[in-house]
């Protein structure tokens, strides 16, 4: 026998996979994780290249770039670095999906996420929520912001 690990139904119903976002910026990424550890609050670790060992291959004109950051707020994680590509793209056809089931909080959110950002969908209610904004911020990070309802509450 050969393959891969799968784990059985019963296996994932008592231990849920966590998927952890891990976004690419292009040279500010510390100004992103900052921002966003004021907006969300948590643990803010960031590294930079100046932090590498010398063998590690970081040119000296990019020892500056956050090689590694992660925003740890209890069981939520948001990780990120900046490209060391010179044609850094920013991220499409993908969003960060933030959600909440106080309705302030997620105008809040909205509100913060929103300066400088190109708004796509105001924050509004929707059939589905009291609650659904899409931007674009200041940094180039699509989100999704949106209130959590209990099916059929609305």
Not at 7 to 29: A, Q, W
Not at 87 to 110: N, R, W
């Amino acid at each position: 026998m050969g393959g891969h690990w799968s784990p059985s139904t019963d296996e994932l119903r008592e231990r849920p996979v966590p998927f952890h976002p891990y976004l690419y910026f292009g040279g500010n990424c510390r100004e992103a994780f900052t921002r966003y550890q004021q907006i969300f609050g948590g643990e803010l670790t960031v590294m930079d290249g100046t932090e590498a060992p010398p063998d590690a291959g970081i040119p000296a004109d990019k020892a500056d770039l956050t090689m590694h950051a992660s925003l740890n707020n209890g069981d939520e994680l948001l990780m990120g670095s900046d490209s060391y590509d010179d044609e850094f793209t920013p991220p499409a056809s993908i969003f960060v999906h933030y959600s909440t089931t106080d309705l302030d909080q997620a105008k809040g959110v909205f509100a913060d996420l929103s300066e400088g950002a190109e708004i796509h969908m105001p924050g509004q209610e929707e059939f589905w929520t009291p609650f659904f904004g899409v931007l674009t911020d200041r940094f180039g990070t699509p989100w999704q912001v949106s209130v959590e309802t209990s099916h059929g509450e609305h």
